[in-house]
């Protein structure tokens, strides 16, 4: 009887898991690529992914517009003249 029990059990969880990666699957076709939220401030890195945000970090002017630089070592840092 316990080895149906242990059976049972991993039966369940299996399923369980495919049907969470199934849902995952779906969620990620929804958004067609496009972000999910967030702004870019300028003058503030706080929380931002720049490969979320080509249109800004893709661009040299429009992210020092935003007041960003980036360094030799291709890390984005706030000007320090950069004001809000």
């Known amino acids: 009887m316990n080895t149906r029990k242990a059976f049972?059990?991993?039966?369940?969880?299996?399923?369980?898991g495919i049907l969470d990666?199934?849902?995952?699957?779906?969620?990620?076709r929804e958004d067609h690529g496009q972000d999910r939220g967030g702004?870019?401030?300028?003058?503030?890195l706080a929380?931002?992914?720049p490969a979320h945000h080509p249109e800004i970090f893709g661009n040299a002017a429009a992210a020092k517009s935003?007041?960003?630089?980036?360094?030799?070592?291709?890390?984005?840092?706030?000007?320090?003249?950069?004001r809000r």
């Open 47 to 49: 929380g931002v992914n």
């Open 8 to 16: 049972v059990a991993l039966a369940v969880i299996i399923t369980l």
């Open 39 to 44: 702004a870019v401030v300028p003058c503030s």
């Open 21 to 28: 990666a199934a849902a995952l699957a779906g969620t990620e």
């Open 66 to 82: 935003f007041g960003f630089v980036q360094a030799p070592d291709h890390t984005w840092h706030v000007r320090a003249d950069c």
